[in-house]
């Protein structure tokens, strides 16, 4: 029942903050998978058991991820640069 009421205060910032769904949904989709990813030194297809998806799966996720912080910190640092 703690994880529930942390979960809807949580859930109550986010909404107050007007954070749309899928960007929740998103962001708590990744940052789930980096701590697993964490826990088990990178090993991805111990991740992906623990996770309850496949190895592939999370393979092209932890890919998708990759690519969108390497173009944030490429945006990052062009708008540094002007």
Known sequence: MLMRARLEAL???MLD???MLDEALAEFEKLYIQKAL???KDHLSRTAN???IHRNTLSK???I???QE???NS???RRGRA
């Open 61 to 63: 996720r932890v890919a």
């Open 17 to 19: 903050g007007q954070i």
């Open 70 to 72: 390497r173009a944030s």
């Open 75 to 77: 945006s990052r640092k």
């Open 11 to 13: 859930i109550d910032e």
């Open 38 to 40: 964490l826990r088990h």
């Open 50 to 52: 623990i996770l309850g």
């Open 65 to 67: 991820y990759r690519t």
